[in-house]
């Protein structure tokens, strides 16, 4: 079953496949219901930033009729199917300024006539989106690792454009499915054990996963400075300093944004200067895939990116060696933390 889609241009189509109920207590005993999860977010944030986000998605279950509700009244168009769990929910207490888990409950693993029919939803939305962002599920396992990789291996034999923001097998799945851009951040590189929080660590990841197929990557780390390896280029892009409000959902708002941008027409490294900056936006805002699109458009211009002399190799070239390039980038790096002050 499909809501009626807007008309807005650039098109983004979001695949979130089991969104989030959030509960959330703030001062005076104020009660908040929103939508939620990270396809939830980047929707959130596309829409904010003119795009028309169609979110592929399963509801089910009390929690799912309440999400489909608030959605439909926010105004992202959906494209959903209807799934025999529930959908995930969380109860998270502010009331003292930081957020505490009073209660959660987890999404379930969609069945098998669930997760075909969302297939077909991502896949028709994806073919008729201008670019298709690929979300993760908490728990993992709600849709298997190869839904993401059959389906951004169909968009791309398709000529689509695809943004994975992903972890754990899916990432995996989804790199050797040659996706135009990949995006993780440090903290589930180093959790994974994929690559030490250092510099030279991930720039040798973002190489391997170069190499297996990811056309562009960006590793997200907190208030440092990102790493990208965009167009074989590798670069450190900085955010003026901001002081944190709630620093989730600042991947996601990154992940929109840079989304939006490429459906623009926007150069990668515009579409990463609009991405940090929606990003670091969001982090000094209580909501989460929140922000003004006029100061994170402003805020783009006060993003620096630094690159540095050489190519890295493209899919079967040589140019420059990854020893080399990661010493290229260790210099690159400490220059552009210590211009950061932070």
Not at 16 to 43: C, N, R, Y
Not at 118 to 139: C, R
Request: net charge negative; aromatic share 2%; charged share 20%.
């Amino acid at each position: 079953m499909t809501a009626a889609m807007t008309a807005r241009s650039p098109r983004v189509a979001v695949v979130a496949p089991s969104p989030v109920l959030t509960i959330t207590v703030e001062p005076g005993d104020e009660i908040h219901l929103h939508a939620g999860g990270q396809g939830i977010w980047v929707a959130r944030m596309c829409s904010r930033l003119g795009a028309d986000a169609a979110v592929c998605c399963a509801f089910g279950g009390e929690s799912g009729d309440v999400l489909r509700s608030l959605l439909i009244k926010e105004g992202i168009s959906l494209a959903y199917v209807e799934a025999q769990v529930n959908n995930g929910a969380y109860v998270h207490d502010r009331r003292t300024g930081d957020r505490e888990v009073v209660a959660q409950m987890p999404g379930a693993a969609l069945g098998r006539h669930a997760a075909d029919d969302l297939y077909s939803a991502a896949l028709a939305h994806g073919l008729g989106a201008s670019v298709t962002v690929l979300t993760g599920t908490d728990p993992a396992d709600i849709v298997s690792a190869s839904f993401y990789q059959r389906l951004a291996t169909d968009l791309r034999a398709n000529g689509q454009t695809v943004v994975a923001d992903l972890a754990g097998p899916a990432l995996d799945a989804v790199i050797g499915a040659r996706p135009a851009v990949v995006k993780v951040s440090e903290d589930e590189l180093v959790a994974e054990g994929r690559a030490a929080a250092e510099p030279a660590a991930l720039t040798e990841w973002m190489l391997a996963a170069h190499r297996d197929g990811a056309a562009n990557l960006i590793v997200t780390r907190g208030p440092q400075p990102a790493l990208a390896l965009l167009d074989g280029e590798l670069v450190a892009v900085r955010a003026p300093a901001a002081t944190a409000k709630d620093p989730r959902g600042a991947g996601d708002s990154l992940t929109a944004a840079l989304a939006t941008a490429l459906a623009e027409s926007a150069s990668l490294q515009d579409a990463l200067r609009l991405g940090v900056a929606a990003g670091m936006m969001n982090v000094t805002r209580s909501g989460l895939g929140t922000g003004r699109p006029e100061d994170i458009r402003a805020m783009a211009e006060r993003v620096t990116v630094t690159s540095w002399s050489g190519q890295v190799p493209r899919h079967g070239s040589q140019t420059m060696s990854a020893r080399g390039a990661v010493r290229a980038l260790q210099l690159g790096v400490r220059q552009a933390d210590q211009g950061s002050g932070r």
